[in-house]
């Protein structure tokens, strides 16, 4: 499959988890592909190997995206590899589950400053460098249909990115870019399984239509194709990945 041959393509927090997986099948439908971390060096090189070692082409690129300098600095060590970023792929996010009444200033300002501040920084360096007809998809939540306790402050968050995305759709449309938001439902990841007993995990699987909670290539797929040029007309969206969850 190279249905995207020649697109240099940037996923940040691509070092594990969801990230990776949509890092290894953007290089495997044949783009070229920058891992970006922020903390998570070796797991990022290990992404990039595995590309390697399967024909395609990658680098490692580190960068907090909540921080403006090292996202600029980002897309210029980037541009200087590749010469050009052709799609954005926001995967960067963290996920803090905490009652309202018990979360910290400090929580709060970090839940922010990745999911919200961090998809507004690099969209923010689109904006003018991206690629004309490129491609920007952002990451929401599918739990942003239901009212879960302790997600208060991740599901507004994210209801932010969506906001962002439809606004921003119009600000670089004359450019030919489209952006995109997908949102997950309950997926297999580190991130969301952690602490969360067996009940509760057979619970959410029992959201979807199918009876269990996504895996990470179930998401990566939707962003392959959403990276695609099959996918132009299509923006300003945000595509539920998530089984019939509802």
């Known amino acids: 499959m190279s249905t995207l041959k020649d697109k240099i393509i940037l996923v940040t927090g691509s070092s594990r988890g969801i990230g990776a997986t949509i890092a290894r099948q953007l290089a495997a439908a044949g783009a070229k592909v920058i891992v970006n971390y922020a903390g998570g060096k070796d ?17 490692a690129l580190q960068a907090d995206v909540s921080k403006g300098d090292e996202v600029k600095a980002l897309f210029d060590a980037a541009m200087e590899h590749y010469g050009r970023i052709d799609v954005l792929v926001n995967n960067a996010g963290i996920m803090i589950n905490k009652l309202i009444k018990d979360t910290t200033d400090e929580e709060f300002t970090r839940q922010f400053d990745i999911n919200v501040r961090g998809t507004f920084n690099t969209m923010r360096e689109a904006a003018t460098r991206l690629s004309d007809n490129g491609s920007i998809i952002n990451f929401s939540t599918s739990v942003n249909r239901i009212m879960l306790p302790t997600y208060g402050t991740y599901v507004a968050s994210k209801a932010a990115v969506e906001q962002l995305t439809r606004v921003f759709s119009k600000e670089v449309g004359a450019r030919g870019i489209n952006v995109n938001s997908v949102s997950p439902g309950p997926t297999n990841t580190a991130l969301f399984t952690n602490g969360k007993s067996d009940e509760l995990m057979a619970r959410l699987a029992s959201l979807s239509a199918f009876n269990r909670i996504g895996e990470p290539e179930d998401i990566a797929r939707v962003v392959v194709f959403l990276a695609s040029d099959d996918a132009k007309w299509i923006s300003a969206q945000n595509i539920g990945a998530n089984g019939g969850m509802a």
């Open 43 to 59: 797991a990022a090189q290990q992404v990039v190997n595995d590309i390697l070692q399967d024909g395609g082409d990658a680098i």
